[in-house]
C-alpha cells in the first residue's frame, strides 16, 4: 500500500485545510449529532420501546435535543401550521360531576374514568390515520351547529355500548393537542392544558336505555358571539310599529 508523500500534508495545509486532529474532531462531533438524531427519530417513532425510551433518557442524549429544539414527535407529515395540521384527541369522561367542564385537573383529582376514542395497542398506520381522521372530523363541523352533533353522538353511543353504559351523565371532549414550545418550562409534562385546544365539548344525557342526547357547552366568547348576532339579526327582531312584546299578545 503506498504511502502518501509528505509534501501533499504540506500541500493541504497550505491550500488552508484543517489538520487532521481537527478533521478528526469534526468527524466526531458530526457522529454525535447524528446518533442523537437517530435517538430522537427513535424514541419517537411508532411503539417505543423501554430500550429506545432509555437510550433518549439515560445517555443525556434528551438534554441536547432540548436545547437543539429537536425532542419532538417524527411520526407526522409536513405542516403548515393550519388546523387541519394538528393531531386531535377524542374522549369521554364518565360520570362527569354537576359543573364539570373538561378540567383535566378534575379529573385527576376525582379519578374520573376517561374513555379515549383511540386505543393505546392502535397500529399505526391506516387503521391510527383513520382514528385521526375522526377527531378532525368532528373539530372541522364544530362550528356547524346543524350538523356539529352529528359524529360525536355517533361516537358517544358505539363508545358507551362497548363499556355497557346506558345511562348516566357523561362528558363527551374533543381537543386539538398543538406542538411544544422550544424553551417552555413544561414541555416535560404532557397533559399540560396549554397544549390542549377545546374543539368541541358538550354534555351527555341520557334519554332512554343506551339513547342519548348531546348539549354544546358553549365558551364565555362564543356566548357573546352569538348574543350579538341575534340582537343584529333583523329576522329576531319585530318590526317598528308591530306593538308586539315579549310574554304578549298582538
Known amino acids: 500500500m503506498a504511502r502518501r508523500p509528505p509534501h501533499d500534508a504540506e500541500e493541504s495545509r ?22 442523537a438524531l437517530s435517538v430522537a427519530v427513535l424514541s419517537r ?6 430500550f ?35 393531531d386531535h384527541v377524542v374522549d369521554l369522561v364518565l360520570d362527569a360531576p354537576t359543573g364539570f367542564r373538561g378540567e383535566q385537573e378534575v379529573i385527576e383529582q376525582q ?4 374513555i ?10 391506516a387503521r391510527k390515520r383513520r382514528y385521526l381522521s375522526l377527531g378532525l372530523s368532528v373539530a372541522a363541523n364544530a362550528s356547524n351547529d346543524e350538523i356539529a352533533s352529528e359524529i360525536p353522538k355517533a361516537l358517544v353511543t358505539g363508545l358507551l355500548a362497548q363499556h355497557g353504559r346506558t345511562d348516566g351523565k357523561h362528558y363527551f371532549r374533543c381537543r386539538t393537542i ?3 414550545n422550544w424553551g417552555d418550562e413544561a414541555n416535560t409534562d404532557p397533559h399540560d392544558p396549554r397544549y390542549y385546544f377545546n374543539d368541541y365539548m358538550a354534555d351527555v344525557v341520557a334519554t332512554g336505555p343506551g339513547q342519548w342526547n348531546l348539549v354544546k ?7 357573546t358571539q352569538l348574543q350579538r348576532q341575534s340582537t343584529s339579526d333583523p329576522a329576531t327582531q319585530s318590526p317598528p310599529g308591530s306593538g308586539e312584546r315579549e310574554g304578549t299578545q298582538p
Do not use: C, K
Open 14 to 35: 497550505a491550500a488552508g485545510m484543517p489538520s487532521d486532529g481537527l478533521r478528526t474532531l469534526i468527524s466526531f462531533l458530526l457522529f454525535l449529532h447524528l446518533f
Open 45 to 50: 417513532t411508532g411503539t417505543v420501546s423501554g
Open 52 to 86: 429506545r425510551s432509555a437510550l433518549r433518557t439515560r445517555t443525556g442524549v434528551s438534554h441536547y435535543l432540548n436545547l437543539l429544539g429537536m425532542d419532538l414527535g417524527y411520526d407526522f407529515h409536513l405542516t403548515r401550521n393550519m388546523p387541519d395540521d394538528f
Open 111 to 114: 379519578q374520573l374514568e376517561t
Open 116 to 125: 379515549e376514542l383511540m386505543p393505546e395497542d392502535v397500529w399505526p398506520g
Open 178 to 180: 398543538r406542538p411544544r
Open 217 to 223: 357547552v358553549v365558551s364565555e366568547g362564543e356566548a
